[in-house]
């Protein structure tokens, strides 16, 4: 049994790891983008536009953390 928790903690941390609301995005993106080419939509953008917002944001988020404490610890 601790095996089997030891490799889907493996694969949590792999597909997951440090930021969830990622993963969570890419999830949701790759299912929109499904849904809209079943229907008939020409939906390939929405992917790596999707991925870009994401990209951003992450950065965005990661150097306010940054700059909020550096000015702390000023």
Do not use: N
């Amino acid at each position: 049994m601790r095996q089997v928790r030891a490799f889907a903690l493996f694969w949590w941390d792999f597909i997951v790891g440090d930021d969830y609301r990622i993963a969570l995005a890419v999830i949701l993106l790759l299912g929109t983008t499904a849904l809209l080419t079943h229907a008939g939509t020409d939906a390939w953008w929405l992917l790596p536009a999707g991925i870009l917002a994401m990209l951003a944001t992450s950065v965005f988020t990661a150097a306010r953390r940054a700059r909020r404490e550096s000015s702390r610890l000023s």
